[in-house]
């Protein structure tokens, strides 16, 4: 699960980076991110935050929630390789719905990494 801290969840926030951010486009994912963003919020953790866009697009609800609950997996994972005070938001497409788990993460880092958000991990 995504720890709280590293969640986006306000609507500004959310257009901000999707407006604002560099943006990088997969075969199942498109990655929108804002370098160095300026939280408005007081949360004390300067790490990354994620949000997912997983639109009905992708298909029926149970296949959203399974590709939202994947995506927040792997931010979990990347928490401590992305560049802090980053805000990214991942926008799922029609095509991640059958892709697997290794490959979205593939697609996610890739996407980083494109991005120059990928640093070396904060917790060693």
Do not use: N
């Not at 995504?2 to 943006?23: I, M, N, Q, W, Y």
């Not at 949360?43 to 866009?53: E, I, K, N, S």
């Not at 990214?88 to 719905?97: E, K, M, T």
């Amino acid at each position: 699960m995504l720890p709280e801290p590293h969640r986006l969840r306000r609507r500004a926030d959310f257009a901000s980076t999707v407006r604002r951010g560099k943006r990088a486009a997969r075969q199942d994912v498109v990655v929108h991110a804002l370098a160095d963003a300026k939280a408005e919020s007081l949360v004390g953790d300067p790490g990354p935050r994620f949000g997912l866009v997983v639109s009905k697009a992708v298909g029926p609800a149970v296949i959203r929630h399974r590709v939202a609950r994947r995506l927040r997996h792997i931010c979990a994972s990347l928490v401590d390789e992305v560049s802090e005070g980053s805000y990214v938001v991942i926008r799922a497409l029609p095509g991640s719905a059958t892709a697997t788990s290794a490959e979205l993460d593939r697609q996610l880092r890739s996407g980083l990494r494109k991005l120059d958000l990928l640093s070396v991990s904060r917790s060693g």
